[in-house]
Each structure stands twice: as structure tokens, then as C-alpha cells.
T-cell receptor
Framework: SQQGEEDPQALSIQEGENATMNCSYK?????LQWYRQNSGRGLVHLIL?????REKHSGRLRVTLDTSKKSSSLLITASRAADTASYFC??????????FGKGTTLSVSS | DAGITQSPRHKVTETGTPVTLRCHQT?????MYWYRQDPGHGLRLIHY???????DKGEVSDGYSVSRSKTEDFLLTLESATSSQTSVYFC???????????FGPGTRLTVT
């Protein structure tokens, strides 16, 4: 069964706008990771946030983690057409392998 | 793609035939994983390995077996392929279990 569930399933925005995706999970985690997948390609790691961290930045990406609400958000600022992809959250629980959500499909139009 | 390759990249096979997919890495990472990706299901773990000859089952392991006789190679075998195993299969690696994973390019398998 999926541990992480992304919301929304699909998101369409214009270039220059910000994109926010959310991930909810069910049990305690060691860390939460975000991945991007371009059409027909393998997943690429974006950012990892540990359970004792609340926010992390990487370039135009900002990830937050709220362990009390069991949720995370990924913000992409000033979106570009090249950001068009599917985005997945994945949770790392003690004693199990990484569990991926079903993903959010982001479409950025120029 | 972080020194990870998959072969074949595309395969069409008939129901009931055996199929083996290969994942090869040049990173000397300890952990290797096999996932399948299907519309509406995201990525689901089939099997993973935490060392040579050390493997464990994932969420959707029925109908699949794996072997790892060398650090660099992780094989996924469908003993008798079924149409429900039509999917895109991804291999991933990482040096430690809580580290980010690096993915291969994927194998598109069609079972007719």
C-alpha cells in the first residue's frame, strides 16, 4: 500500500508562477524524499529532508516537513517549461525500503 | 544516470515465457532495487538487495524472483510472464538504505 500520497494529482500553471505540491503519509519516518520524472525517463532525486528538519532549500526548490501533521510540501518557484514532469514523494520508514507515492503531474506552459 | 544501466530497454514477450531483466551498476553501491511503474499506481517495490546473495521481498513480489551473485549485477526474473506483468521496470541503487536512490533508465516490458 502507498505510504505517501501526493496532492494534487495534476497541476497546470504558467511559466513564472510558483508550483506547490503536497505529500501526506501515515506512519513515522526517518526521512522524506522528493523525486522528479521526465516523460519516459528514470526518476531523479531532488531533495531529502530528515525527520528532525522542518525546511530545506535547493535552488528554486523549497521543501517543508511537518511531522505532527505527517505532511510535506514541495514548492518550485518561478516555474519554467523545463519543470514539466511528474513529481513523487517517497518516505523512508525504519525497517522498510523507500515507499513512493503516486505522483503529481506538473505542466508548465509558456 | 549515475553509472547504472538496464538491459534490455524494451522487450515484447509472450505469456508463459521466462524473462530476465538485468541491472548493472559501476558505483559499487551496496543496495539495489527493482520497481515497477504502472499508471495509477506510481512506483512499487518488487525486490531489493542489501548485498551479494542478500535479498528481500517488496510490496509486489509475487511472480518475480531476483538474484545477486556480484555487487554490480541484480537480475529480475519473471518465471512465467503474465499480461499483468506488462509494465515499466526500474532499477535503483544507493550506498546506504537511507540515502537518495539513483535510478536506471527503465525497461519497458510488454507481455502479449
Amino acid at each position: 500500500s502507498q505510504q505517501g500520497e501526493e496532492d494534487p494529482q495534476a497541476l497546470s500553471i504558467q511559466e513564472g508562477e510558483n508550483a506547490t505540491m503536497n505529500c501526506s503519509y501515515k506512519t513515522s519516518i526517518n526521512n522524506l524524499q522528493w523525486y522528479r520524472q521526465n516523460s519516459g525517463r528514470g526518476l531523479v532525486h531532488l531533495i531529502l529532508i530528515r525527520s528532525n528538519e522542518r525546511e530545506k532549500h535547493s535552488g528554486r526548490l523549497r521543501v517543508t516537513l511537518d511531522t505532527s501533521k505527517k505532511s510535506s510540501s514541495l514548492l518550485i518557484t518561478a516555474s519554467r517549461a523545463a519543470d514539466t514532469a511528474s513529481y513523487f514523494c517517497a518516505t523512508d520508514q525504519a525497517g522498510t525500503a523507500l515507499i513512493f507515492g503516486k505522483g503529481t503531474t506538473l505542466s508548465v506552459s509558456s | 544516470d549515475a553509472g547504472i544501466t538496464q538491459s534490455p530497454r524494451h522487450k515484447v514477450t509472450e505469456t508463459g515465457t521466462p524473462v530476465t531483466l538485468r541491472c548493472h551498476q559501476t558505483e559499487n553501491h551496496r543496495y539495489m532495487y527493482w520497481y515497477r511503474q504502472d499508471p495509477g499506481h506510481g512506483l512499487r517495490l518488487i525486490h531489493y538487495s542489501y548485498g551479494v546473495k542478500d535479498t528481500d521481498k517488496g510490496e509486489v513480489s509475487d511472480g518475480y524472483s531476483v538474484s545477486r551473485s556480484k555487487t554490480e549485477d541484480f537480475l529480475l526474473t519473471l518465471e512465467s510472464a503474465t499480461s499483468s506483468q506488462t509494465s515499466v521496470y526500474f532499477c535503483a541503487i544507493n550506498p546506504n538504505r537511507d540515502h537518495e536512490q539513483y535510478f536506471g533508465p527503465g525497461t519497458r516490458l510488454t507481455v502479449t
